[in-house]
């Protein structure tokens, strides 16, 4: 799970059976992509198929955004860390802006 699944895709699909192919290393900033490619590491090593994640809660519309978002902070500009105790409570003092 280490060495060729940060190069590899994974399909996540939707409530409405919409399939989005994701690079492993943007899909891995989900818990449930991880939890799930570590279930299914033995399958990846037998032909090498695409890890198909069934996302029955998720709407097409939403998976599309959360990709996005995923997508932008993995290539674009990393997470800032949020430290606690928050130093405000408004929410544009303490996390950086998406875009």
């Given at each position: 799970m280490d060495g060729d699944d940060v190069h590899g895709t994974v399909?996540?699909?939707?409530?409405e059976g919409d399939t989005f192919e994701v690079p492993v290393?943007?899909?891995k900033l989900s818990n449930l992509v991880v939890t799930t490619l570590g279930e299914?590491?033995?399958?990846?090593d037998n032909g090498g198929d695409m890890v198909e994640?069934?996302?029955?809660?998720?709407?097409a519309t939403?998976?599309?955004?959360?990709?996005?978002y995923c997508t932008h902070y993995k290539q674009?500009?990393?997470?800032?860390t949020i430290t606690t105790p928050l130093k405000s409570n408004r929410i544009?003092?303490?996390?950086?802006?998406w875009y």
């Open positions: 399909k996540l699909v939707s409530k290393e943007i899909a299914d590491d033995s399958d990846e994640i069934p996302l029955p809660n998720v709407k939403v998976l599309a955004k959360v990709i996005e674009e500009e990393p997470m800032t544009e003092e303490i996390v950086q802006e």
